[in-house]
């Protein structure tokens, strides 16, 4: 099994920062991408930022310039500095994982889910 599980979430002012870390454990072979999703109330789950194993990162364009990725392989951790803070951040940001690990009998590229932690940005 492969356990995905995001911290550093919180209420900010607009204009502030906060960093969240998500870190991956368990029967894990391989990690490919990993990444940030938001999803607001009453909208789609979208995806905010993500980056390869090389290092090769990919930003919504609403969070250029504001947003960092990173990430640590030797500890399976990712990171998103978000700077510049605004209200319409304010979501529920979920770390997703594609990683290759035991499943169904056999090793599979498969997506996991962190459990999600609140970003709330007041105005």
């Known amino acids: 099994q492969v356990q995905v599980v995001e911290s550093g979430g919180g209420l900010v002012q607009a204009g502030g920062s906060l960093r969240l870390s998500c870190a991956a454990s368990?029967?894990?072979?391989?990690?490919?991408?990993m990444g940030w999703y938001r999803q607001a109330p009453g909208k789609e789950r979208e995806l905010v930022a993500s980056i390869t194993s090389a290092g090769t990162t990919n930003y919504a364009d609403s969070v250029k310039g504001r947003f960092t990725i990173s990430r640590d392989n030797a500890k399976n951790t990712v990171y998103l500095q978000m700077n510049s803070l605004k209200p319409e951040d304010t979501a529920v940001y979920y770390c997703?994982?594609?990683?290759?690990?035991?499943?169904?009998?056999?090793?599979?590229?498969?997506?996991?889910w962190g459990q999600g932690t609140q970003v709330t940005v007041s105005s």
């Open positions: 368990g029967s894990i072979f391989v990690i490919n991408s």
């Open positions: 997703n994982v594609h990683a290759l690990a035991p499943a169904n009998q056999r090793l599979q590229f498969d997506n996991y």
